[in-house]
């Protein structure tokens, strides 16, 4: 017999204030089965859950329904307490009252018998509920980090720190990211290198860390606890174990032509290259797209004069497979184009250039070596003009969000353009200044009363050339009201921040979630940031937003220390909501006709075969057998199956059309 | 006599859709009280027998939503829950279903405007479409039958 308790919720005012709360936990009372219902301001608070807990025991509950917040908020809480109560936790079920449905309507008589309507559903439903037991599964104490930057640079570090093993995956030829093509960094004007190099070299040393770069993931399977990874390390052309770095190719390479995607096309580079000197391996790759003996067939200069007969052509890309516990994901983002906005003149005159390739002139290390000189004719400017936003906050042509760094870093660079160039001016146009953050208000105070940067606030409306000069008209909005127009040598356009080209495809082939930007979703914006909806996968880094430096290296060691926690235990155990193949009794054992529908439809290779034999040991039936420690739960299989012989716990045939009826009929 | 409300029911699956309209209360996107939503796994857990079911219990209306193709948590549920659709699709004409009373659709985790926009558009449609009653029809005329 059913002794099922209902709780309803006020949460403070969020579900109360359009729901009739009490007579929501009246109605309940009334339903069949149902031998306790209350209401209550907090249900998830410690009382709330007293509450659930001594409304278990004094009337012998069987079965718990709690109308509140959404299951993806609380289930856990809610189980946690039944079973601290002695209650299998599986035997309690959430009626989503404030998501779907407080929150979405509002105070009316429709709103509150929503209400009741749902809550009867899930009683229904958790009538049916069987007692379920987590399954037990190791831990693979191995983590793959995706993305070399410094978020998976700091990720790497703390896993392997821990003890752990940590395998970090790079699709280019070193590690480093977009911090090490800055020049220096705000809020303190330090060496971007000189803080970074030490760390990637750490990476390389550590005897816990397996580095590969110029390798992409290309397919990941299994669970939390237990993926299998595939990597795809791309041929590199050289043999890394002979290879001692000593560059003697690189010198000699004759094709000398390649824009260099480290110096953001300002330099060049080599078809052999190391993308930049302190890269880390420091061993060259070849880029087949321009190396001449792979697009004309002659040349291997290279491999003449290698001391070490190092050079590969005929090297092959290589899938290497893993097994690992967890995944970080920390593959960054990117910088938009600004060739969408033909008003500022990108890509049509040389002098105008973005913010990053800004960072690279301003970078000792540049094609420059630190000057600031126009690509054009490498003559120092003497006037420049730095447009904020460009491509941010703008839903029209770019993207609708604010990039939260390009503030910070035009500051940046008009300051260091300042101390480069004394008698130099630099303007800023902005639309507000966003300066959030420790010392981040007092830094743009610095760049505007020590090195006197003129602020506009206002939108450039066109750049064009004249005499050698970029005129820039805009408007200043702010004191004059009035058009204004800059003779400049250069214009930097702060451009946006936008995810990685490669992001969705990554996305969907590890099944996490992303947004509408292609930046991966956190599993709640304020309570796990760095967590994924896919367990076991953590995010570090601007690959989940626009960050800088402080916050990205928070949140990798936040990833971090959520992949040491999953460590810390051998056995992990996982929720029992998998697919179980019916048992009836002898002669048939099963409903099961041995068709394997179900084992064509699962993703996850989860269904096989069982033998059921006779007392003689004759085999009699064939039928399907679901292996639980590779079933997910999805399900398919169930709606596959033609006699209704596989059935997924928690979620069974039975349960779904019982909530279809209940939902359904109400008097 | 009062307007007419549809029954609407919404099996959704629990990691884009679910989520979606999880993500729809917390922006506070107001939307009809007429659809309620079933939780599934997946949408390819969905059998689609229940669909009829629900039209039996006396449904006006049903949204079928998940991921969006390619996004499945599973990797491919939602291929096979769009393959059974178009065969489905196929047959309600000869149950005597008109195909716009069914909603099918993909929503993420990210796309809360567009729970409200469908939940609304789908209330108007069978708003327009009026109640379902020829299952009734037919029940009663099978009772009929049986008791004569
Ligand atoms: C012009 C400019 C100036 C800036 N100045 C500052 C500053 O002064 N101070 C500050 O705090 N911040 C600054 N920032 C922000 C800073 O660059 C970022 O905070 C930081 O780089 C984020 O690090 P990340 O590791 O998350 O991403 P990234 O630096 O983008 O690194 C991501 C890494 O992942 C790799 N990767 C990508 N996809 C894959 C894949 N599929 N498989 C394997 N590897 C992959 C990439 O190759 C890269 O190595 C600036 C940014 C810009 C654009
Ligand atoms: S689909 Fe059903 S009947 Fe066919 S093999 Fe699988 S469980 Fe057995
Ligand atoms: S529920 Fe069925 S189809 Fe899904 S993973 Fe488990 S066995 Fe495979």
Known sequence: MSKIGVFICHCGENISATVDVARVAEAAGQLEGVAFSTDYKYMCSDPGQ??????????????????????RMHEPTFRKACQEAGLNPFMCEMANLREHCSWVHDKSEATTQKAIDLVRTLVEKVKLNKPLFSIQVPVTKTALVIGGGIAGIQASLDI?????QVILVEKDPSIGGHMSQLSETFPTLDCSQCILTPRMVEVAQHPNIKLMTYAELEKLEGSIGNFKATIRKKAKSIDEDLCNGCGTCTTKCPTKKIPSEFNTGLGMRTAIYVPFPQAVPNKPVIDKENCSYYQKGKCKVCEKVCPTGAIRFDQEDELVELEVGAVVIATGFD??????????????YKDVITGLQFERLASASGPTLGEIRRPSDGKIPEKIVFVACAGSRDPAKGVPYCSKICCMYTAKHAMLYQHKVHHGKSYIFYMDIRAAGKNYEEFVRRAIVEDEVNYIRGRVSKVYEENGKLIVKGVDTLLSAKPVEIEADMVVLASAAVANPGAEALAQKMHVSYDSYNFFSEAHPKLKPVETNTAGIFLAGACQAPKDIPETVSQASGAASKVIILFSKDELSRDPLIAVVNRSPAPVFSTCVGC???????????????????????VIKKVAKVNPGLCQGCGTCVAFCRSKSIDIQGYSNEQMCAEVIALLNHE | MTEFEPKIIAFVCNWCTYAGADLTGTSRIKYAQNVKIIRFPCTGRIDFMLLLKSFGEGADGIIVSGCHPNDCHYTSGNFHARRRWIMFRGLLDMLGIDVRRIQYSWVSAAEGFKWADIVNSTVNTIRELGPYTEYEKVAGYLEKEANQ
């Open chain 1, 596 to 618: 394997f529908m179900c084992a064509s439809a699962c993703p996850y290779q989860a269904i096989g075969e069982e033998l059921i034999t006779n007392r003689q040991g004759k």
């Open chain 1, 335 to 348: 910088i938009m184009q600004p060739s969408g906005f033909p008003e500022y003149g990108y890509g049509k």
């Open chain 1, 50 to 71: 007293t509450m659930i807990k001594q409304a278990i025991k004094e009337n012998g509950l069987n079965g718990v329904v709690v109308g509140s917040c959404s299951p």
């Open chain 1, 160 to 164: 392997a720190s821990a003890g752990h």
